[in-house]
């Protein structure tokens, strides 16, 4: 079945550091793509979102690239803020599971002034 | 334009007893979806609803029941509580029908804590 994996946690970083979280998916068809961000306390917020092989999703200084030949949608940030400290969760859905969300196990940042 | 909207925001119950928690969409969507989001993981779905059916369902226990009202608003009902039913419930809705997208919208959730 679908999975989504994602790198362990936490993460730490200075401010103005460059932030990657890895996650690779295994999927039978042509899942869509999407990063979220939990803030303490809330729920989930979309980040970006792609939708077929090559696109690139981008928002608010993310950016992620669907690699359909690595099965990846790893996040960048080239500078990272002490407000970016948050989970972050990778995620897929495809038509075929009539487009239910399957999440990672999510990644903690924690950005340090 | 309001987004999706959840109540209560926190609840208390003991085991045995029954909760049902209510969502109300972001305008112009049509379908809602159900995730528990245990501490600490991801969340994990429950159940989907569509024109007032259950149109999907997860690895959930019949413990677990929904309702979608013509209004498009649902309820999650869940009986019997258990101490591991603690939890976070979100709420996602989307637009199925005539979408060229699938992007899920959440709320913020209803904070579920059984005793």
């Known amino acids: 079945g679908n999975s989504v994996t994602q790198m362990e946690g936490p993460v730490t970083l200075s401010e103005e550091a460059f932030l990657t979280i890895n996650c690779t998916y295994t999927?039978?068809?042509?899942?869509?793509l999407f990063w979220y961000v939990q803030y303490p306390g809330e729920g989930l917020q979309l980040l970006l979102k792609?939708?077929?092989?090559?696109d690139k999703g981008s928002n608010k200084g993310f950016e992620a690239t669907y690699r359909k030949e690595t099965t990846s949608f790893h996040l960048e940030k080239g500078s990272v803020q002490v407000s970016d400290s948050a989970v972050y969760f990778c995620?897929?859905?495809?038509?075929?599971?009539?487009?239910?969300?399957?999440f990672g196990s999510g990644t903690r940042l924690l950005v340090r002034p | 334009d309001a987004g999706v909207t959840q109540s209560p925001t926190h609840l208390i119950k003991t085991r045995g007893q029954q909760v049902t928690l209510r969502c109300s969409p972001k305008s112009g969507h049509d379908t809602v979806s159900w995730y528990q989001q245990a501490l600490g993981q991801g969340p994990q779905f429950i159940f989907q609803y569509y024109e007032e059916e259950e149109r999907q369902r997860g690895n959930f226990p019949d413990r677990f029941s929904g309702h979608q009202f013509p209004n498009y608003s649902s309820e999650l009902n869940v009986n019997a509580l258990l101490l591991g039913d603690s939890a976070l419930y979100l709420c996602a809705s989307s637009l199925l029908q005539g979408a060229s997208t699938d992007t899920q919208y959440f709320g913020p959730g209803t904070r579920l804590t059984v005793l």
């Open positions: 995620a897929l859905s495809d038509r075929g599971s009539s487009y239910k969300l399957i």
């Open positions: 792609a939708t077929k092989a090559d």
């Open positions: 999927a039978t068809g042509y899942p869509s």
